[in-house]
């Protein structure tokens, strides 16, 4: 079968760093993305990617290895507003998003 | 401009009725999809609809009909209502992908969530 695991939640301090995990079980693989979503509201899509490596956008970096199936989200410099869900999302071999449950990330002062 | 929106927000009925949610994107996409997200808060893939293809997950009880007048447009109608049915109906929509060499990752654009609640 197909999964993603992912911590169900996470506790950090407001200006630290906090990393992410998600590892991956899927039939083939066509990207990773993860989003970020706030009690109440949508999902909404932070980065993606298909290549080993990370990727840096301002504070947040997403991290890839594909033969080890990881990945991880870096958050930096923590704020109040990043108390949120974060999901883990793989793109099958049918193009298929499979979704993890999402890591609640609490911020505290 | 809301880019992904659906009606209602929140919708309060009693189990066996029929109701209906409505999908709307102004983005050009040629994919949309209704996700359904429980109290656990996983999200699970219902139905993805392009002009060529349905998709439907065979998990999805067949009282859930998608129905696409257009290619901007895809409701959700639900017969027969069930307590099991209460959670956060979300419509999204994506870009096919482009393998010739775009930019385009197929990320998909969320509506705000439609809460349904089964009494």
């Known amino acids: 079968g197909q999964n993603i695991d992912q911590p169900t939640e996470m506790t950090a301090t407001e200006g630290a760093i906090v990393q992410i995990n998600c590892t991956y079980q899927t039939s083939g693989f066509n990207g990773l993305f993860w989003y970020q979503q706030h009690a109440g509201e949508a999902p909404t899509f932070l980065s993606y990617n298909v290549l080993d490596g990370l990727e840096e956008k301002g504070r947040f970096s997403s991290f890839l290895s594909r033969s080890k199936g990881y990945s991880y989200l870096l958050l930096k410099e923590l704020q109040m507003k990043d108390s949120a869900s974060y999901l883990c999302a793989v793109m099958d071999s049918n193009y298929q998003l499979i979704w993890g449950a999402g890591t609640k990330l609490i911020i505290k002062p | 401009d809301t880019a992904v929106s659906q009606t209602p927000k929140y919708l309060v009925t009693q189990m066996g009725n029929d109701k209906s949610i409505k999908c709307e994107q102004n983005?050009?996409?040629?994919?949309m999809y209704w996700y359904k997200q429980d109290s656990k808060k996983f999200l699970k893939i219902m139905f993805s609809y392009n002009n060529k293809e349905l998709i439907i997950n065979e998990t999805v009880p067949n009282r859930f009909s998608p129905k696409s007048p257009d290619k901007a447009h895809l409701n959700l109608h639900i017969n027969s209502l069930e307590l099991g049915d209460s959670a956060v109906y979300f419509c999204?929509?994506?870009?096919?992908?482009?393998?010739?060499?775009?930019?385009?990752?197929?990320?998909?654009?969320f509506g705000e969530g439609s809460r349904l609640t089964v009494l």
């Open positions: 983005l050009g996409h040629d994919t």
């Open positions: 999204a929509s994506s870009q096919d992908l482009d393998w010739s060499g775009g930019l385009n990752t197929g990320e998909l654009f």
